[in-house]
């Protein structure tokens, strides 16, 4: 079994939403409570963190090449150069006790964000779809954790996460209208590895699923419902994770630095790090929002 491998020391509260941009080989991910972006440049080694001010829950490049970033219950396009950036959407309607969590784009250049409980407890949660001109509307309600989303290649099928519920969820999707149908199971992370935190998806249409307080990301079929491989990863809560390289054939993996209830002193050594591991597959470039 292959593990993955230390890739960049962050530092990070809680790492989160790596995104690779396959032009500038930079890989972008979000520090949520160091309230930072971060750009690491993967050629030449070097990261440059643009901080935000908010909690900092997801952010993804848009067609224009800048940055859209997600902040507590607001969003912002940014210049990562010059961390300069404006808002241009709130969402008055928050309880004070939800917050923006995961989000991503699909392949029409929509904007997917969910929404959580801060405290983790209530069906408080909504799944948003925020369309080019930040018109938005809501997809679905009653989650806790909103959390990890993937597509497939073919654009018929979406996936979602609550992660509570520690199972992945399979939609059809309509990607002329943005609407999803037909929910049904297609993973269960087992008792005792954690829960599902973010996903992705690769090449063969197989789900990559990020094991919050498990130690690993899991590779699935959603068609068989089965855990085909697993990949232990050098730190104990793994947030997410997205492939990436030049071949798109590196998964990048972020990780949180709390909640280190059962992890050894290792594992907390590393808490917070970017770890990369090479599984053998290839994955999808991301999508950008239209704007």
Not at 134 to 139: L, N, P, Q, T
Request: hydrophobic share 35%.
């Amino acid at each position: 079994m292959i593990g993955a491998e230390l890739l960049f020391e962050a530092g990070d509260v809680v790492g989160e939403g790596p995104y690779w941009d396959s032009e500038k080989k930079i890989l972008h991910w979000v520090d949520i409570g160091g309230k930072r972006v971060h750009s690491y440049d993967t050629v030449k080694k070097i990261d440059k963190p643009i901080e935000t001010g908010d909690l900092t829950p997801a952010m993804t490049l848009t067609k224009s090449g800048r940055a859209l970033v997600v902040l507590k219950n607001t969003i912002k396009i940014m210049d990562l150069d010059t961390g300069s950036g404006q808002t241009v959407f709130k969402m008055e309607s928050l309880p004070d006790r939800v917050r923006f969590n995961d989000g991503k784009c699909d392949a029409a250049g929509r904007f997917w964000v969910g929404t959580m409980d801060i405290e983790e407890t209530e069906k408080l949660g909504c799944l948003y779809r925020i369309d080019p001109g930040f018109s938005c509307k809501k997809i679905l309600d009653g989650a806790v954790i909103a959390n990890g989303m993937a597509w497939s290649a073919d654009n018929r099928l979406m996936y979602f996460i609550d992660t509570p519920t520690r199972e992945v969820w399979e939609f059809d999707f309509d990607i002329t209208f943005g609407e999803i149908s037909n929910k049904r199971i297609v993973a269960v992370i087992p008792d005792g590895e954690g829960a599902p935190d973010g996903m992705t998806i690769d090449s063969e249409g197989m789900l990559w699923v990020a094991q919050f307080r498990g130690a690993k990301v899991s590779r699935w079929n959603p068609r068989t419902r089965e855990r085909i491989a697993e990949y232990p990863v050098p730190t104990y809560n793994i947030t997410c994770c997205t492939f990436g390289g030049c071949d798109m054939d590196e998964l990048f993996i972020t990780s949180a630095n709390v909640l280190m209830e059962g992890s050894t002193k290792d594992q907390q050594k590393l808490a917070g790090s970017l770890f990369k591991l090479k599984p053998g597959v290839k994955g999808l470039k991301p999508n950008r929002f239209d704007c």
